[in-house]
């Protein structure tokens, strides 16, 4: 039979930090995130043969990992390595086909090829930025994608689609763009804690808590105390407040009193609290105390984030 290739097209969404009101971005609290340099690729191809097939291949870091083939007709697996992963992803390619007028609706078949550019356990937004470029490639809206396929704020959604730092707010939804480049950005670092936590779990521990409107304000505020801030020691008082009234309603010891008590500077979690990455500023030997503490993976703020 003859194949008639229709398409192929490259999209590309950067991953994301959370840098302050974490959970309370679910509540309504207005939360400054920033894009990283290392992102996801999504390349699409479609053919013409009436075969209503799909190739899907996962790579990371160019390594294969995750394979799938499957019929959308039926939404048979013909093959794939990773059952549980698969039929998450058919969840999401049967929500497309709902959403979407432009993809999986006659009998072609379909090759999609993504690339996370980071290790999956590192918090980055591989969900996300996978949402956003599947959203981007059948023409339907991310935000909708991403609500009823994962739930959550949207916030790393948002910053897939702008590419930008960016301030967020839910109920309702702002976006804000905005050029977060205060003077300090040198002397901050990023240090990987690799404990990895579930954001799902995380947020339905958050749900059971009642919430405070005051304190959801005060978040908002040190947000927007932070975007107007432009000297290291103010910036880590902000931080070290924000992880106080953060670990006081959690009810959870802070990340600097769990691993880094004796560090002379602020500590500070992001996203799903304690697990992935944490913010801070160097000091002294500052490389040596995390390596010997076991935390290799420490990156200049600026050799991550935009």
């Known amino acids: 039979m003859l194949k008639i290739i229709l398409l192929e097209n490259r999209i590309y969404s950067p991953g994301k930090l959370l840098l302050t009101s974490e959970y309370f971005v679910l509540d309504g609290a207005l939360a400054l995130a920033v894009p990283t340099k290392l992102g996801q690729e999504l390349r699409t191809r479609i053919v013409r043969d009436n075969a209503s097939a ?17 019929n959308y007709q039926n939404w048979e697996i013909i093959n794939t390595n990773d059952v549980e992963r698969a039929h998450f992803i058919i969840k999401v390619l049967k929500n497309i086909q709902q959403l979407s007028k432009s993809v999986l609706q006659e009998k072609d078949s379909y090759f999609l090829r993504s690339n996370i550019e980071f290790p999956v356990d590192f918090g980055l937004g591989s969900s996300s930025t996978l949402m956003n470029n599947l959203a981007e490639w059948a023409q339907i809206d991310a935000f909708q994608l991403n609500d009823i396929s994962l739930g959550g704020s949207g916030y790393d959604v948002a910053v897939a689609k702008q590419k930008s730092a960016i301030l967020y707010q839910n109920q309702p939804r702002t976006i804000k763009k905005i050029d977060f480049k205060p003077a300090f950005l040198d002397d901050l670092i990023l240090v990987y804690l690799n404990q990895k936590q579930d954001s799902r779990e995380g947020i339905n521990a958050f749900r059971s808590q009642k919430k405070s409107l005051v304190l959801r304000d005060k978040f908002s505020e040190i947000t927007n105390e932070v975007v107007k801030c432009n000297d ?75």
């Open 54 to 70: 799909i190739f899907w291949e996962t790579y990371v870091e160019e390594k294969i990992w995750f394979t799938l083939e499957l």
């Open 232 to 306: 290291l020691d103010v910036f880590s008082e902000l931080m070290m407040l924000h992880e106080r009234m953060l670990s006081e309603f959690l009810n959870i010891e802070t990340v600097k009193e769990k691993y880094f008590e004796e560090a002379p500077v602020f500590v500070k979690s992001l996203g799903a609290w304690g697990g992935d990455f944490v913010l801070s500023a160097k000091f002294g030997d500052y490389k040596n105390y995390f390596l010997e503490k076991g935390f290799t993976r420490i990156f200049n703020y600026k050799d991550l984030v935009y």
